[in-house]
């Protein structure tokens, strides 16, 4: 048998729903301990922890101290809860107690900042929410050494670079591929099996002064995982979820969703992108393209195969693999009889919004060129309105653009599948699964990659609309 030390090393994720309490970090250590290739870990918040951390820098920066308070002690109950479930021997505890009570103790400070200054910074909210993730690594190495385990915490800032911005780095992968080999091989070559803070990366935002710290976005600890898989050259990433793999659709929207055995790793990066919350929805980039597959596997049941996300591309029945949604949009519609032939309007458009910074997700045009049509969330509406008016102020005035229009309150679903590729009659099984419900289709888009058919409805027929699409394409007897 192959010794832990020869193998090709492995990359597992706990994410923060598996990890609700003590036992779940037990649990979670006898999963590492029973993978016999080189390890590296990385671990989310505990379950709700990242909501509360939000909650806390939410109300002190209302300057509700009552409220601050009370969120605090959610949180330093959290982690008292899962202290006191765990057999680890005194001095380790009290050890882990220290470290718990130290990061409690700065957060209080930090909280009473805010409180004072009423002003939340999108520096100070990732600081405040980053011990969720850092305590995490903590507990889970103290455990892994109970069980018998080599471990050691790599903070997240020595090993993850990203380009900022804070809230939603974007990761820097030549310097964080070289960073992670330089400082995890070292130690997965002696058998210690690295812990690391997922979610969590430096920013060198000022030449010569220290990195800052960012997140990578929610849900960001699956992109610290295939961002260390990528470095590491893993044999496979595993991200140990409470779900029993990436299913035909949201579970929560959809009730007899299952399983998806196999995916293309193009297939499962489109639903991360629109908004299956399983996956990160950068995760993806890491590993494309690399011989890396990536695994969502229950962690309840560590012996079930779950789902695999790799370059194969299966050639089954189904044209149609998964539907995601991105709820909380707006649909902005520019249009005008003056738009026939003048050129260039769709360029203004997307020009001004990019010179804001914002980011438009779907886009569609009629042939007959009256009205461009786009996405935006909801929350940049406003401001994406108020742009445009300002852009297109003269054509506004000559009545060659009606004006910019603004619905809000909608749902994009994305309907993927590398299998509907030349296949007709996808589109009008979608629309005719709509139709007989009376569904409303406000807005269609198909990528020229004929992976994904995209919809915006109204977010009131957005639940009805995916049940009805996943049970058109029989969805509930994949495979
Ligand atoms: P983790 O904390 O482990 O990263 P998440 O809560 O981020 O877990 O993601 C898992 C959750 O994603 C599930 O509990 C499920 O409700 C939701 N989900 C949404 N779409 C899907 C899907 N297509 N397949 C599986 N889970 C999904
Ligand atoms: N704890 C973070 C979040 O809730 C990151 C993660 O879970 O991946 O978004
Ligand atoms: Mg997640």
């Known amino acids: 048998m192959k010794t832990r030390k020869s193998r090709l090393p492995e990359v597992y994720k706990f994410g923060g ?22 390890l590296a870990v990385v671990c989310s918040a505990p379950a709700g ?16 101290r009552e409220k601050t308070a009370t969120a605090l002690e959610a949180v330093r109950e959290k982690y008292r809860v899962v202290l006191r479930q765990l057999v680890l021997g005194q001095r380790p ?23 004072a200054l009423r002003e939340l910074t999108a520096r100070t909210s990732d600081l405040v929410v980053s011990r969720g993730e850092r305590l995490s690594a903590e507990i889970f190495c103290a455990v ?6 080599k471990a050691q915490v790599v903070d997240a800032l020595e090993v993850v670079h990203t380009e900022g911005p804070f809230g939603g780095a974007a990761p820097e992968l030549a310097r964080t591929d070289a960073a992670v080999r330089t400082r995890l091989r070292p130690l997965m070559s002696r058998g210690v099996v690295p812990v690391v803070p997922g979610f969590l990366g430096a920013w060198h935002k ?3 002064q220290p990195p800052a710290l960012v997140t990578l976005g929610r849900g960001g600890s699956d992109l610290t995982a295939t961002l260390l898989g990528r470095a590491l050259d893993a044999s496979r990433v595993t991200l140990w979820k409470d779900v029993p793999g990436l299913l035909t659709a949201d579970p929560r929207v959809v009730p007899d969703a299952r399983v998806i055995p196999q995916l293309h790793v193009r297939e499962a990066a489109e639903l991360a992108y629109y908004g299956a919350k399983v996956l990160h929805s950068r995760a993806l980039i890491p590993v494309q393209g690399k011989p890396i597959p990536v695994y969502v596997r229950p962690f309840a049941e560590p012996n079930a195969p779950g789902t695999e996300i790799s ?8 044209p149609v693999k998964a539907l995601s949604a991105v709820s909380g949009q707006a649909l902005v519609t520019v249009a005008g009889r003056g738009l026939l032939g003048v050129p260039g309007v769709a360029a203004r458009t997307f020009a001004t919004l990019s010179a804001h910074g914002m980011s438009v997700s779907l886009i569609t045009q009629a042939s007959s060129e009256q009205s461009i049509c786009f996405t935006v969330p909801e929350k ?6 108020e742009h445009l008016d ?8 000559r009545r060659d653009v009606d004006g910019i229009l603004v619905q809000t309150g909608m749902t994009t679903i994305a309907v993927v599948g590398l299998g509907m590729a030349g296949m007709p009659g996808i589109a009008a099984r979608v629309f005719s699964a709509l139709a007989s419900q009376d569904i409303n289709v406000v807005a269609i888009a198909q990528g020229s990659s004929e992976l994904n058919i995209s919809l915006v409805v109204a977010s009131a027929q957005a639940a009805q609309a995916q049940k009805r699409i996943h049970s058109a394409f029989r969805l509930s007897r994949l495979p």
């Open 93 to 115: 505890k009290a050890e882990l107690a220290e470290v718990v009570d130290q990061s409690m103790a700065e957060l209080e400070m930090l909280a009473g900042g805010l409180v």
């Open 144 to 149: 892994l050494r109970a069980a018998g385990v």
């Open 17 to 38: 729903a598996s990890l609700a309490d003590g036992a779940a970090y037990k649990h979670a250590a006898g999963i590492s301990k029973a993978c016999a290739a080189p």
């Open 311 to 318: 370059s194969q591309q299966s050639t089954d029945r189904h």
């Open 49 to 64: 922890v990242t909501d509360l951390l939000l909650a806390v820098a939410d109300h002190a920066r209302a300057g509700d």
């Open 206 to 208: 000022e030449h010569g």
């Open 390 to 397: 300002r852009a297109f102020h003269d054509e506004i005035a």
């Open 380 to 385: 940049e509406a406003k401001a994406a309105k």
